[in-house]
Nanobody, 118 residues
């Protein structure tokens, strides 16, 4: 069983920055893939950023150049650095690990609210 706990959300003005953290109960070094998703009110949950164990990253077009995903295996923590925030970034942000070798189940955190005021 893996537990994921997000933190770092809050209220920020447009143009500001936040850093989200996702602390895992287990050793994240064995995860091939870890993701950040977000869900805005009335919208479907969307993939924001992905990081693969070797360090490769992928981003949604809407956040490219503004968000940076990273992981610290020694601290069993994944991060999402969010810069130049916009009101449309307002959402609940979730960390996620999809089914993968040695972890056949998908895991989600409880989410952390990010609100960007204009």
């Amino acid at each position: 069983q893996v537990q994921l706990v997000e933190s770092g959300g809050g209220l920020v003005q447009a143009g500001g920055s936040l850093r989200l953290s996702c602390a895992a109960s287990g050793t994240i070094a064995s995860f091939n893939v870890m993701n950040w998703y977000r869900q805005a009110p009335g919208k479907q949950r969307e993939l924001v950023a992905k990081i693969i164990r070797g360090g490769s990253t992928n981003y949604a077009d809407s956040v490219k150049g503004r968000f940076t995903i990273s992981r610290d295996n020694a601290k069993n923590t994944m991060y999402l650095q969010m810069n130049s925030l916009k009101p449309e970034d307002t959402a609940v942000y979730y960390c996620n690990t999809p089914p993968q070798p040695y972890y056949p189940f998908e895991y989600w955190g409880q989410g952390t609210q990010v609100t960007v005021s204009s």
